[in-house]
């Protein structure tokens, strides 16, 4: 019997359970076999039907990418307070917001 395939579900949990530093979390990708796999399935969904199992998995690798943008967003979002609030600039969130959805936005467009 062969061992079950690792979805993204896991490697990326595998990657939240080692306690990764804001600077880890912020540079995560998912490694280079789950990305091979997503381009698969993305090619897949553009040249012909998926399966229903396929369409699940594309769908998880959407809902990873979702959350990993959220968590990033807050992370940045934290540090950004905190930086603030080390330096005494009181203006530094209203501005961060901005530049926190941007990169989020542009995280998104590159994923």
Known sequence: MDAPTRT?????TDFLASRPTDEEM???RIPADQ?????????????????AAQREELGDFRFVADVLTLLRAKIRRRLVQENGDNCGEASAEGGSEASS????????NGS
């Open 26 to 28: 912020l540079a995560y």
């Open 8 to 12: 993204v579900f896991d490697v990326v």
């Open 101 to 108: 959805a941007d990169a989020d936005k542009q995280e998104e």
């Open 35 to 51: 990305q091979a796999r997503l381009d698969s399935l993305i090619e897949t969904d553009a040249t012909s039907r998926l399966t």
